[in-house]
């Protein structure tokens, strides 16, 4: 199956608009910030700290309390401001607070009120179970600027305790057949959910060895500097030539998956953990032996749920497949556009469409 997407349905904003569009990203004129802008910007406020959204090279930074630890690992020693859930503060005219979106740690919805109006920009977001981050809360609005990675109705996800146990079925295939194998997930969010997930359904009782790339080490003792329990695994140190052990099972990142390294374990099995696994076609294009549908983004019903709970009468859609989600909010009798953005072309494999081959 082979997905198209349309050119996003053009936004016209009224003159009082609390975000509209510029060429660094989306804007609040009422408070003179820029929000997860794509270039360089004197106050960006950001909803969460993957590298599509989080970017570096602006002068301040605002951001949730819960996601200082994982961006000062990202961003290093940047003039970095925190909210905690709900504490508003005044940025020029309007007030601005932070809500959970349920994405991965201290990802925030952005809830700005100005004149009596109440705008929502959801940043990322899912209303999954997961417990290594704040489950998302509905946040009451006029408008709202909705993500709609996933906005397709062939995107519905399984429980994730059913999709552990497909990993966890597939650890014990690998373990008997004397062989390490490699689950590639994004090392911000999704590791974490991977190692909480697959430690809570085998009870403590793994199959092998659980071994993590170094890179998902230091936003581990992010969250566990953050109070997320994440359980302590082996590093693989690709560098010191060693083998993975038969029975082993490495969780790293996508961007690894043409290592050198990896390279020299010719008996590996490799998996995909990612919401374009629903697609047919996305494992083959990926060069993996198994999928596993497990998505740190709202699926179709989802989306609908969340727009559906913000009372919003406007809707602006941004990156993923806006064309359809607006046609869809349109035939439904709801005000919507689209915003087209620069999120979802950095490293996160749940921001790279299918058809990239990422």
Known sequence: MTIQQQHPVEV?????????????????????????????????VI????????????????????????????????????????ESLPLGAVQVSFHPAGHVLGSAQLRIAFGGRVWVVTGDYKLAPDPTCQAFEPVPCDVLVTESTFGLPVYRWE????????????WQECARERRPCVLFAYSLGKAQRLIAGLSAAAAG????????????EPINRAYRATGIPI???????????RRLEPG???????SASGSAALG????????????????RGARRRRGVDRGFVLSDHADWPALNQAIHASGAARVIVTHGFESAM???????????????TEFGDERDDEAVRPESGS
Not at 159 to 170: G, K, M, S
Not at 231 to 241: F, K, L, M
Not at 248 to 254: E, F, G, N, V, Y
Not at 264 to 279: F, N, P, T
């Open 12 to 44: 016209r904003p009224a003159p009082d608009d609390l975000v509209v569009l510029r060429p660094e990203g989306l804007y609040c004129p009422q408070g003179d910030f820029h929000i997860d802008p794509w270039r360089p910007v004197e106050r960006a």
């Open 47 to 86: 909803t969460h700290a993957h590298a599509d959204h989080a970017r570096g090279g602006h002068r301040h930074y605002l951001c949730a309390e819960q996601a200082r630890e994982v961006m000062r690992v990202r961003l290093g020693a940047v003039s970095l401001q925190t909210l905690a859930w709900a």
């Open 159 to 170: 429980a994730p305790e059913r999709v552990f146990a497909n990993i966890l079925d597939w």
């Open 205 to 216: 009782v793994l199959p092998g060895p659980l071994a993590i790339h170094p890179a998902v």
């Open 231 to 241: 359980p302590d695994c082996e590093q693989w140190a690709p560098a010191s030539g």
């Open 248 to 254: 082993t099972l490495l969780i790293s990142p996508p």
């Open 264 to 279: 020299r374990e010719s008996d590996v099995r490799l998996a995909v953990a990612s919401g374009w696994m629903q697609v």
């Open 326 to 340: 607006v046609r869809h909010l349109q035939e439904g009798g709801r005000a919507a556009s689209s915003f087209e």
